[in-house]
């Protein structure tokens, strides 16, 4: 079975802090894509990175940082200097490749508060 | 570019009723999604289109709901008759093909009463 586990529910941090969403999967899968998708309050899921099971390298872009570790099956999301507008649910997501390619499995959600 | 456009926005229906939802997806992507969201959860699956082809069917209660990619562009997705249950979010994505990220539109905000 696929599972994606968020088990951060809510995070509230001061802008400026930096604050990592944890993000562990499960799948049987041998190549699968990973995903992160932001959802501000406007409710648009929107795109922020995709990563394939085969590349481990880190992914930096900008303020935004991930970590996939395929060892321990997570794959963390870090951003620096948080700012208020960072405030939004946060999804992590895994589809395997082939086959059921574009079934997109969520995790419930991280919901980040920054204040200022 | 213009993004995925769904209509309506928000609906508000009884029990029993019947509804719809329409979805444009960005131009030339290939591959169309239907995904319901119960508040505090994340996206579910309901339905993969192909073009004009169903891909992926299988978490769509097919006794109610019914979606359909008439010419591999617009998509409608119905659901006759709604229980409260059905209450949520529904949003629509699109990708080029199956290989490629999903784009999602600002979904229907669907309350049965």
């Known amino acids: 079975a696929q599972k994606v586990t968020q088990a951060q529910t809510e995070i509230s941090v001061v802008e400026k802090e930096d604050v990592t969403l944890d993000c562990v999967y499960e799948?049987?899968?041998?190549?699968?894509?990973l995903f992160w998708y932001k959802q501000p309050p406007s409710g648009e899921l929107v795109f922020l990175i995709r990563?394939?099971?085969?590349?481990?390298q880190n992914e930096i872009s900008g303020r935004y940082s991930w970590n996939f570790q395929k060892s321990t099956s997570s794959f963390n999301f870090t951003i620096t200097a948080s700012q208020v507008v960072d405030s939004a649910v946060y999804f992590c997501?895994?589809?395997?490749?082939?086959?059921?390619?574009?079934?997109?499995?969520f995790g419930k959600g991280t919901k980040l508060s920054v204040k200022p | 570019e213009a993004g995925v456009a769904q209509s309506p926005r928000y609906k508000i229906i009884e029990k029993r009723q019947s509804v719809a939802f329409w979805c444009n997806p960005i131009s030339g992507h290939a591959t169309l999604y239907w995904y319901q969201q119960i508040l505090g959860q994340g996206p579910k699956l309901l339905i993969q289109f192909q073009n004009n082809g169903v891909v992926d069917d299988s978490q769509l209660p097919k006794d109610r709901f019914s979606a359909e990619r008439l010419k591999g562009v617009d998509s409608t997705l119905k659901i006759q008759p709604a229980k409260l249950e059905d209450s949520a979010v529904y949003l629509c994505?699109?990708?080029?093909?199956?290989?490629?990220?999903?784009?999602f539109g600002p979904g229907t905000r669907l309350t049965v009463t």
């Open positions: 990563r394939n099971s085969f590349d481990e």
């Open positions: 799948t049987r899968d041998t190549t699968y894509y």
């Open positions: 997501a895994l589809t395997p490749y082939g086959g059921s390619q574009g079934n997109l499995i």
């Open positions: 994505a699109s990708s080029l093909d199956r290989d490629h990220e999903q784009y």
